[in-house]
C-alpha cells in the first residue's frame, strides 16, 4: 500500500530557529513530490515541487530535499517566523498528474 | 487572477439529507481533483477528472457519493443521504496538466478553500 507518514505530528519552536519536518513514503517509484502549507480554515498553498530526478529545491527560507532511494524528504525551514506557524503537508504523486498522496502534516507554531 | 473557489465555504445537514459541494477550477484548468480531509488528517483522494471525463473514481467511499464536471469545468460533488462520518472539509484542486505536457510544464495542484460539512 503507498503511504506517507510525516514526523513529528506537533512542533513548537521560538523565533529565529531552523527548523526539519521530515516525510517517508512507502513506495519509492515516486513520479514526484510536494510540500504544501495549510493555514486554519484555509486551502493548501504549494511550496516546492520536486521532481522524481531532482535532489532538492529551495525558495526564500524553505528547501526541500529528496532521497529517492531511501523514500525520504527533509523540508528545511530557516530562520524560523511567527507567520511560518501552520500545518506543513507532504504529497507524493506516482505519475504525471496523478493524484496525491498525502501524510498526515506537521502541525508547526514558532513563539514570537 | 482568480483562484480555484468552492461554495458553499461551510455547510450544515441533518442525517439522511442530501447535499451538493461546488468547485469552481481555475480557468483553462484540465484536471480536477477532489479530496477529503478528516479532522487532523491529511486530505484523501476522492476522484479525479480530466476535462469532462471522470478518470478515476476509486476514492469515492461509497455509492452515497457521486462527482460531475459535465462541461469540463465546473464540477458537484454530491452526497446522498449524508452519514455523520461524512463531516469532513472537502477540498477542490485543479491543475493544468494535459498529458503529453511540455517539457518542463510542471503539474502541480492548486487548492480550493475547501467546504467544510457537518453532518448532525
Known amino acids: 500500500k503507498q503511504e506517507v507518514t510525516q514526523i513529528p505530528a506537533a512542533l513548537s519552536v521560538p523565533e529565529g530557529e531552523n527548523l526539519v519536518l521530515n516525510c517517508s513514503f512507502t513506495d519509492s517509484a515516486i513520479y514526484n513530490l510536494q510540500w504544501f502549507r495549510q493555514d486554519p480554515g484555509k486551502g493548501l498553498t504549494s511550496l516546492l515541487l520536486?521532481?522524481?530526478?531532482?535532489r532538492e529545491q529551495t525558495s526564500g527560507r524553505l528547501n526541500a530535499s529528496l532521497d529517492k532511494s531511501s523514500g525520504r524528504s527533509t523540508l528545511y525551514i530557516a530562520a524560523s517566523q511567527p507567520g511560518d506557524s501552520a500545518t506543513y503537508l507532504c504529497?507524493?504523486?506516482?505519475?504525471?498528474?496523478?493524484?496525491?498522496?498525502f501524510g498526515q502534516g506537521t502541525e508547526l507554531s514558532v513563539k514570537p | 487572477g482568480a483562484g480555484v473557489s468552492q461554495s458553499p465555504r461551510y455547510k450544515v445537514a441533518k442525517r439522511g439529507q442530501d447535499v451538493a459541494l461546488r468547485c469552481d477550477p481555475i480557468s483553462g484548468h484540465v484536471s480536477l481533483f477532489w479530496y477529503q480531509q478528516a479532522l487532523g488528517q491529511g486530505p484523501e483522494f476522492l476522484t479525479y477528472f480530466q476535462n469532462e471525463a471522470q478518470l478515476d473514481k476509486s476514492g469515492l467511499p461509497s455509492d452515497r457519493f457521486f462527482a460531475e464536471r459535465p462541461e469540463g469545468s465546473v464540477s458537484t460533488l454530491k452526497i446522498q443521504r449524508t452519514q455523520q462520518e461524512d463531516s469532513a472539509v472537502y477540498l477542490c484542486?485543479?491543475?493544468?496538466?494535459?498529458?503529453?505536457?511540455?517539457?518542463?510544464?510542471?503539474?502541480?495542484?492548486?487548492f480550493g478553500p475547501g467546504t467544510r460539512l457537518t453532518v448532525l
Open positions: 484542486a485543479s491543475s493544468l496538466e494535459d498529458p503529453p505536457a511540455p517539457a518542463g510544464v510542471t503539474d502541480t495542484q492548486y
Open positions: 520536486i521532481q522524481s530526478s531532482q
Open positions: 504529497a507524493v504523486s506516482y505519475n504525471q498528474g496523478g493524484k496525491l498522496i
